[in-house]
């Protein structure tokens, strides 16, 4: 788990927001031109600092106390794109509002920011690719 902690400590130093482009629903292209690892994004979506399953529960037989406040991600790859997936992760507040999802790619205009992410996205670009590229691959 050395490097997933690694990982997460990098996260947290603030990084310059690639440029992405919206379309319809989705993101159709990668935030860093080249798709992520899923087995990084498995080990991201199952640590407790990405939060992911707090809300989330999934095809995580080896994980106690996954949360049931969101969508299960079982299917997550049928249900929606990987674009659509990375836009969920990059913006969440643009499909609800009112959304209680973190924007992970956002760095402006939220509200209860933590003091060490203010001004920096939860996670990098690259991390995101590693989830979509973990969440595409969750089919029924």
Known sequence: ????????SASVRAEELLP???VNDGIPA??????G???RGRA???ARTTTCILCH??????????????PDLTGAGTRWSVSQLRLRLV???????????PSYYRAGGLVRVGRNFAGKPILSAAEIEDIVAFLATLRD
């Open 1 to 8: 788990m050395v490097t997933l902690s690694l990982a997460l």
């Open 20 to 22: 992405y482009t919206i």
């Open 30 to 35: 990668s935030l860093t031109g080249s798709p």
């Open 37 to 39: 690892d899923a087995a």
């Open 44 to 46: 991201l979506v199952l």
């Open 57 to 70: 529960s999934g095809p995580f037989p080896e994980t106690r106390f996954q949360g049931d406040l969101a």
């Open 91 to 101: 913006d969440a507040s643009r499909f609800n509002p009112q959304t209680i999802m």
